[in-house]
Structure formats: structure tokens, C-alpha cells
């Protein structure tokens, strides 16, 4: 083959693996009507069972990380905000940040007549829409596994950046070494290699989170083993 | 009485200090939460003017709406040629029996003697400020003259030098003989980057306002050259029409 052809296979395929990085897109395409967006980012469609498990996800920052009713919060993927609906009763102001203009459209529904709640559309990887020094906490849910790893580690680097001193951080994926993460891992290897969704989720391990969160400058890291069977981060800036 | 009597606490009681801190210390802390959440909202507030996505949606918006107008005009422009293309049509037949008639050919001998006399007859001296035909100039032009006018007056904004090297001492708009002169020696810096440095031309920018009266019109864009001849930069027709009401 000619080398001409070996630069255009290249390109090719460069984009084909280009499609996960292009977040905005595909997220934006999954967030054409509620019921699809809640599907994609919360696996069900009705409000009673999106309030539970938010409640549960709320019980979980409790416990790992604490949470205070003056607490200025940001949540880094926030979806339709299912979790910030009902968090935004035991906190000064949430504030839910996400690369998908379509599922904060739902959310802004969801969330309407909350006025301690606000919504911001990031333009691209990282928080750069947001000044430093702000948060209390800053926690990123069910996320990661749709990132690359360069991606997840932008958004721990940006977290560290938008904390105040002293404030708290929490990011959760699952883990490639329990059963769950086993599965999902084998089931993704399946794919053929041309038809991987770019949203497919990849697992983290426990070193992997937390050498992001040391490097990023985080103290008093922690590994959480949730009943979730996900893994959680949680970390401190310094103060 | 009977039991102990209530306890009153004296202001010195350390537990109601306690007590008055930690308000106070929550109290401090709630303001402080609250100003770092105001301080987010301005900054998203500022940022959202000036983040990149803000700038990119301004001005894709700002070239959706040229695109429209250059439509506009290619569409104004298209109706214009064809009715030219039918005057021109009725100009030739009417041309084509002229000269077909009977007084066309008796008249021929006449028309021959006349041509042979025009030729003997010395060429008539050239206006005043004749633009020289035939200068090169490099040049650049930032609001294009290839337009429909539909304001009564516009102004040319653009760079140019003469490519022989000479200096350009003055600009001006001849539409239709009217001469509309204009400011040149403005500062391009881009331009120069580019380019290089002009030294007879270090400032190459210009701007001519004009009238633009209704109707059909020859515009040309001329400099003057070592404050002596006057050569023409660009030519075109034009076509100015108002906007309707």
C-alpha cells in the first residue's frame, strides 16, 4: 500500500477514536428527549426512582466527605441534575456545570423554582468557566467511565483549582477488580473493534484515582468501597 | 422550696460564650459561602461574554448574516444582467434593421469620408485629472465596493500601493466624473507584516466616503501618484438602490 493511502487510513481512523473525545457530541445527541437523556445518564426514566438514588448518592457524600448546609457546591457532569434537585435543600447554592447543553435543558426543567440552583454549559474539557477559590465541594458522579483517562485528570487538576483552601473533593468510577467491573469490562471487549459506542464505559482502579487526585495536590486522600460496587475518591485541598 | 432553684446564667457563664461564638462563627461562615457563590455568578456572568464559545456563536451569527446579504445582492445582481442581457438583445435587432435599411446604404459613402476627415483631425487634450489607464497596484479592499448601495453615501476603507515602487500622495472616488477625495496615509500594520516594509507607501491605508445616488453608476477607486497623475486602482459599475421604506 502506498504511503498516501496509510495517511488517509490514518486520519480514518484517528477520528473514529476521535468520537469518544468529542463529548459535547455525543451527549448532546443522547439528550434529544427526557426519556432517552435519563436512560443515558441515570438507566431509568421515572422521578421516583431518580429521586431515590439521588437521595442514596447524597447519603454517600455524607459519609465520605461530609456535607454542610453552608457548603457552595459544584457537581461536574450534572446530567438532567437528578442529584442536584434534592441536594440543593441541604446547601447554600448548587451549581451543576456540564458539556451538554441538551441534558442541561432538561435540567433546567427539572430544576425550576429552585433559586439556589444554577446551571453552566462548559465549552469543552475542564472548568474553565468557573473562577478558583470558590467551592466548598466539588464531586463528579457516574462520569468518569465515559471520559478518557486524560480527560478524567483534567477534571481532578480543575477541581483542585476551583476549591477553596480546604475544601472537599469526590470523583467514583467502577472498579476493573470487582465482579461488576469485570463485567462491564468483558462485555465492552466484545465490541467489534470498528463499533465501540463512543460512550462506552471503561472502568478506573483504585490506583489510577488516586494517584490523579495526589498529583493534582489533593491531601488526605481516601479509596471508599461503596455498596454500589462503585470505588470513590475523596480528597482535601490543602488549607 | 422544694429541688434546686432554676439556675440563671450570669453572662460570665462560659457555656452561653461558647454558645454566642459558635453563632457568631456560623453566622461569619454563612456570609462567607454566600459571598464566594455571588462571586461564581459574576464570574460566570463576565464569562459568558467572553469565553470562547460566546465569541465563536457572535460570530457565526455575524457571518450568517453576511452570507444573507451577499445572497441578496448575487440575486439583485443575477435580475440586473438579465435585464441588460435583454436590452442589449433589443439593441442588436434594432441595430440589425438600421442596417438593413435603404437610407443605411445610401448614406455609406458619407460615413467613410467622415471616417478618413476624424482621422486627419487632431485628438482633443484630456480633461483636467484624466486617470492614467493601466496602473498596477496591489491593494486590498475592507468594505467591498461589489455591492447593491442601499444607504445615500458609503465609505471605501482599504490599503493600496502602486507596484512601480512610487508613493501614493492622494486617493479619491470618481463616480461619474464626481470626485470624491479621501484620506490616505493610514496605518495597516498587518499589512506590512505580511508584505514588507513599503517605503515610499509606510502608511497604505485609506478611506473615501461618497454619495451614492439611485441608480446605475461608474465608480472608479484613483490615487494619485507623486502628487502628479491620478491612476486608477479598480473600476466597476455599481448599482445603488435605497432601501425601501
Redesign the interface.
Known amino acids: 500500500m502506498s504511503s498516501e493511502n496509510a495517511h488517509a487510513r490514518w486520519r480514518r481512523s484517528a477520528t473514529t477514536l476521535g468520537e469518544r473525545s468529542a463529548y459535547k457530541k455525543v451527549w448532546d445527541g443522547q439528550a434529544e428527549d427526557f426519556d432517552v437523556a435519563s436512560l443515558a445518564v441515570a438507566g431509568h426514566m421515572d422521578e421516583a426512582t431518580m429521586d431515590l438514588t439521588a437521595r442514596g448518592f447524597i447519603d454517600t457524600l455524607r459519609a465520605t466527605v461530609g456535607l454542610d448546609p453552608?457548603?457552595?457546591i459544584l457537581e461536574i457532569g450534572c446530567g438532567i441534575g437528578r442529584i442536584g434537585k434534592p441536594l440543593s435543600r441541604e446547601c447554600?447554592?448548587w451549581?451543576g456545570a456540564d458539556i451538554s447543553g441538551g441534558m442541561l435543558g432538561h435540567a433546567a426543567a427539572r430544576l425550576r423554582g429552585l433559586p439556589n440552583t444554577?446551571l453552566?454549559?462548559l465549552?469543552t474539557v475542564g472548568l474553565?468557566?468557573?473562577?478558583s477559590d470558590?467551592?466548598?465541594l466539588v464531586y463528579c458522579t457516574i462520569v468518569f467511565m465515559h471520559l478518557f483517562e486524560w480527560d478524567r485528570y483534567r477534571y481532578v487538576e480543575e477541581a483542585f483549582r476551583v476549591l477553596?483552601p480546604g475544601g472537599r473533593c469526590y470523583f467514583d468510577n467502577y472498579p476493573l477488580d470487582s465482579e461488576h467491573g469485570w463485567k462491564v469490562f468483558t462485555e465492552g471487549a466484545r465490541y467489534p473493534l470498528d463499533r465501540r459506542p463512543a460512550h462506552i464505559s471503561m472502568a478506573s482502579t483504585r490506583e489510577e484515582l488516586g494517584i490523579y487526585l495526589a498529583k493534582a495536590g489533593f491531601q488526605d486522600v481516601r479509596i471508599h468501597d461503596l455498596p454500589n460496587e462503585l470505588i470513590a475518591a475523596t480528597g482535601q485541598k490543602p488549607g | 422550696m422544694d429541688g434546686p432553684s432554676p439556675v440563671t446564667p450570669s453572662p460570665e457563664d462560659p457555656s452561653l460564650r461558647i454558645a454566642a461564638l459558635q453563632a457568631e462563627i456560623e453566622g461569619v461562615k454563612q456570609r462567607e459561602a454566600a459571598f464566594r457563590a455571588k462571586m461564581v455568578h459574576e464570574f460566570l456572568d463576565r464569562g459568558e461574554r467572553n469565553t470562547l464559545l460566546h465569541v465563536l456563536r457572535e460570530e457565526r451569527a455575524a457571518l450568517i448574516r453576511r452570507e444573507q446579504e451577499a445572497f441578496a445582492d448575487l440575486e439583485a445582481f443575477t435580475r440586473k444582467l438579465e435585464a441588460e442581457r435583454a436590452t442589449v438583445l433589443g439593441l442588436q435587432d434594432e441595430l440589425g434593421r438600421i442596417r438593413g435599411s435603404w437610407s443605411w446604404r445610401l448614406a455609406a459613402p458619407l460615413r467613410a469620408l467622415g471616417r478618413i476627415l476624424s482621422h486627419a483631425r487632431p485628438t482633443p487634450s484630456p480633461g483636467a485629472n484624466p486617470p492614467a489607464a493601466g496602473g498596477v497596484f496591489t491593494y486590498y479592499l475592507h468594505t467591498s465596493p461589489f455591492r447593491i448601495y442601499r444607504d445615500p453615501t458609503f465609505t471605501l476603507r482599504g490599503w493600496a500601493w502602486p507596484n512601480d515602487g512610487r508613493a501614493v500622495t492622494a486617493v479619491r472616488i470618481n463616480l461619474d466624473g464626481r470626485l470624491f477625495v479621501g484620506r490616505h496615509g493610514l496605518e495597516e500594520p498587518e499589512v506590512i507584516d505580511r508584505h514588507g516594509p513599503q517605503p515610499a507607501n509606510p502608511l497604505p491605508g485609506f478611506e473615501i466616503a461618497f454619495e451614492t445616488p439611485p441608480g446605475g453608476h461608474l465608480l472608479s477607486l484613483e490615487a494619485q501618484i507623486e502628487n502628479s497623475e491620478w491612476r486608477s486602482i479598480v473600476t466597476t459599475s455599481i448599482w445603488c438602490e435605497p432601501r425601501l421604506p
Open positions: 453552608n457548603d457552595v447554600l447554592h451549581f444554577s453552566v454549559e465549552s474553565q468557566e468557573f473562577p470558590a467551592f466548598d477553596r
